[in-house]
């Protein structure tokens, strides 16, 4: 098939929780009934994620069943890594409508994996502020707050793991003029590593909804 990119970062991370299901499942059951019932509740899990799908991409996510170890695990995953859609890396100009109140808004120029990315976050270590890039249902969303690493591990708002987190601190304007109100969410210290494990887009719009 024409190598088109078709499947989403948050996806792709469902589909390899999957797949290590698999190989949990081929080192640990010697029932050939219940292996087939794990490689078919797998595939309908990975194809529900995903709104429509041509035949040849279906054909793509149903081959997670030739998996039963690690090594050809990695196969499977390296090949479908190649058809995923990588994150839009904004323009200068895009940056400005996102943070129209932070001057001279530049992404850092290492440790961005767009590739590998469903929302963009980076930090300005000086300031202790956070700028995050996010995908809703509406288009790209541009959040700033502070945050405030914790000693401990939370659930975090967008991955939903347990994990070393900081404290997302953001600001809105409050009903009455003159007013603010703060709101606070666990997200992951690691923001590339939150990336490598969200696995839909729908604690992605909740937490943008508690914030805004």
């Not at 987190?165 to 003029?177: A, D, H, L, N």
């Amino acid at each position: 098939m024409k190598r088109e990119p078709f499947i989403r970062n948050d996806q792709f991370n469902l589909i390899k929780r999957q797949v290590l299901h698999l190989v949990n499942g081929h080192a640990t059951v010697n029932d050939q009934h219940v292996i087939g019932a794990m490689e078919s509740l797998s595939v309908e899990k990975a194809i529900e994620s995903f709104p429509v799908l041509t035949d040849a991409q279906r054909d793509l996510v149903n081959q997670m069943v030739q998996v039963v170890d690690k090594e050809t695990a990695e196969q499977y995953l390296m090949e479908l890594e190649k058809y995923i859609i990588p994150f839009q890396e904004p323009s200068e100009q895009k940056l400005k409508k996102l943070f129209p109140k932070v001057k001279k808004m530049k992404l850092p120029k290492e440790n961005l994996n767009f590739q590998r990315m469903t929302f963009l976050s980076f930090d300005d270590i000086g300031t202790k502020k956070r700028y995050m890039i996010v995908p809703t249902q509406k288009g790209l969303v541009g959040l700033t707050g502070t945050y405030d690493e914790t000693k401990t591990k939370q659930i975090c708002s967008i991955c939903n793991r347990l994990t070393p987190v900081c404290m997302f601190m953001t600001k809105t304007k409050g009903e009455s003029i003159g007013t603010y109100t703060k709101k606070g969410n666990y997200i992951c210290q690691d923001a590339q590593d939150c990336n490598e494990h969200v696995l839909s887009l729908d604690k992605i719009e909740k937490f943008v909804e508690n914030i805004k």
